[in-house]
């Protein structure tokens, strides 16, 4: 099993629509998470982080938490064609001191 | 805030040679650095972590004599790619992250490196 993964992509959404991305990690005493943004030939780009159970949101984005089922999601609301991108899910586990494991990422299209 | 800039965003150079690319923190100070390599259509390989002052810690299978990574202050960090070969082209990606914001690491835009 792979200690962080991605729901296979690549996904595609029409604009307007809202695009989920889920992630799912197996290390259960990590404590942070993020969502990365990627777009082609550039860095990643943190979008999102959360710590605690629940929902975060920022603007049009919402990551969910939820450690005891060891799933983190991120919802982006009114998808434009500018989101396409690959989202990286990534996780600092217990004992990593602060280095991030990533999945795989997933590629969103989002069409006119 | 949380800008990480390096230098260059490219660079050629001829096998054999060594290359240093920079990674600076412009508006916080990083505990940690971290150097990162990734190949087209794959995802981010970590090769090293940094913290001021100390050795770093390098991924197993990184070569440290052929990776040699200097983190001098709170706001730089060096990687020299020493003679450089072909199969060292890839995209070379620094980060930075401060404990107090619970591991949150901040990019820098990347070094595209190719060796001819």
New interface residues.
Partial sequence: QKEVEQNSGPLSVPEGAIASLNCTYSDRVSQSFFWYRQYSGKSPELIMSIYSNGDKEDGRFTAQLNKASQYVSLLIRDSQPSDSATYLCAVVGGTSYGKLTFGQGTILTVHP | GAVVSQHPSWVICKSGTSVKIECRSLDFQAT?M?WYRQFPKQ??M?MA?SNEGSKATYEQGVEKDKFLINHASLTLSTLTVTSAHPEDSS?Y?CSA?R?ED?????????TRLTVT
């Fill in positions: 940690t971290f995802s981010l970590l972590t995209f990606i992250s404990t619970y591991y949150e690491q901040y990019f820098g835009p990347g």
